[in-house]
C-alpha cells in the first residue's frame, strides 16, 4: 500500500509546511477542482465509455470527456484505449501490458518486479503502448476522436495554462501564476497519475474478489476513494461493461454518480449495469482476501 498512501501523506504535508507561504486557498481549490475534473475524463470517459462502452453519449459530451482525459496528460484517447482494451484481453497473461503476475519470477523479489512493472514500468517496456486498429478500430473510424488526438498538445498546455492564468488573474503576479502551475498543474498530475497506476498495481494484487473474473483483478476501498470508484476492480473485471463499478451501496463510484446525474440529464443513454440475476451467476461464495 505504500505506493498508494505515501504520495498523497507527502503532498499533505507538504500543505501543511507551505501553507501562507507558498500554499494559499486559491492552489488548494485549483488542485481539487482540477483533479477531480480531469480525473472523470477518464473514469467516465476514456475508461467506460471509449474503452467499454458502458453507455452512449451526444458529441458535446464526448468530446468534453475526452479532453479532459488527455489533460490528465496519460497519452492520446486512442493510445490509452487500446492499451486498456489489450490489458483486458490478455488480462493477467502472457501479452497483458502491464499485469504484476506474468514474467517477474518468484518470490519476494519477483513479487516487487511485479508491482513495479504494473505500476510504472510497462511503460518504457516494449509490451507497452499498444497504439493500432485491433484494439481501436471503431476509435480510429471516428473523426472527432481523431481531431482530439492530433491536438493532444493542445490539452497538455490548457492543463498547465489554466491553473496558471487563473493563480495569476487572481494573484496579480507571475509568483501567483506559478504557484497556481505547481500546485494545480504538476502536483496535480502527479498525484492523479500515481493514483491511477494504482489499479494497475495496487488492484491486481492486494484486496478481494467478491465475483469470478479470469484474472487477479481485486476490490480496493483506498484506491476506489483516490480514484472516484475505479478501485472495485475485481466488479468491474467481473463486469467489465458496466458503467456502475461500486455494485454495493457501500462501495463509493462518484464516476456512477456523475453518468446518472448524466443520464437525468439526457445527456447519455443506454447506460449498462448487470442485474440481479447476473450478480448472482458470479458471485463468490467465499472471498478471497488479500
Not at 458502458?54 to 484517447?77: D, S, W, Y
Request: charged share 15%; proline share 3%; net charge positive.
Amino acid at each position: 500500500m505504500i505506493a498508494v498512501v505515501v504520495p498523497p501523506l507527502g503532498i499533505v504535508l507538504a500543505m501543511g509546511l507551505l501553507w501562507g507561504i507558498a500554499f494559499h486557498w486559491v492552489d488548494l481549490a485549483l488542485l481539487a477542482v482540477m483533479y477531480v475534473l480531469c480525473a472523470f475524463g477518464t473514469t467516465i470517459g476514456f475508461h467506460r465509455f471509449f474503452t467499454h462502452r458502458g453507455f452512449e453519449a451526444r458529441a458535446p459530451v464526448k468530446a468534453v470527456l475526452a479532453i479532459l482525459g488527455c489533460m490528465t496528460m496519460q497519452g492520446p484517447v486512442t493510445q490509452w484505449v487500446t492499451d486498456h482494451r489489450k490489458h483486458h484481453a490478455l488480462s493477467d497473461k502472457p501479452g497483458d501490458p502491464h499485469s504484476p503476475h506474468v514474467g517477474h519470477g518468484d518470490g519476494a523479489w519477483g513479487a516487487v518486479r511485479g508491482f513495479v512493472h504494473a505500476h510504472v514500468g510497462w511503460m518504457f517496456s516494449n509490451m507497452g503502448m499498444e497504439q493500432g486498429r485491433q484494439y481501436g478500430r471503431d476509435l480510429y473510424d471516428d473523426r472527432l476522436i481523431r481531431t482530439i488526438d492530433r491536438l493532444y498538445l493542445v490539452w497538455v498546455v490548457l492543463t498547465l495554462g489554466i491553473p496558471f492564468a487563473i493563480g495569476y488573474a487572481i494573484g496579480g503576479t507571475w509568483q501567483a501564476g506559478l504557484e497556481g502551475l505547481v500546485w494545480g498543474g504538476l502536483i496535480r498530475i502527479f498525484a492523479y497519475q500515481h493514483a491511477t497506476f494504482s489499479v494497475n498495481s495496487i488492484c491486481h494484487m492486494f484486496g478481494r474478489q467478491d465475483y469470478r473474473s479470469r484474472d487477479e483483478a481485486r476490490n480496493n476501498w483506498v484506491v476506489a476513494v483516490l480514484v472516484f470508484g475505479e478501485g472495485w476492480h475485481n466488479n468491474h473485471h467481473a463486469f467489465p461493461v458496466s458503467a456502475r463499478h461500486g455494485l454495493r451501496r457501500w462501495q463509493l463510484d462518484m464516476s456512477w454518480w456523475v453518468i446518472r446525474g448524466l443520464e437525468k440529464l439526457r445527456l447519455v443513454w443506454d447506460v449498462k449495469v448487470p442485474d440481479v440475476a447476473q450478480l448472482e451467476r458470479r458471485r463468490l461464495q467465499s472471498h478471497s482476501g488479500s
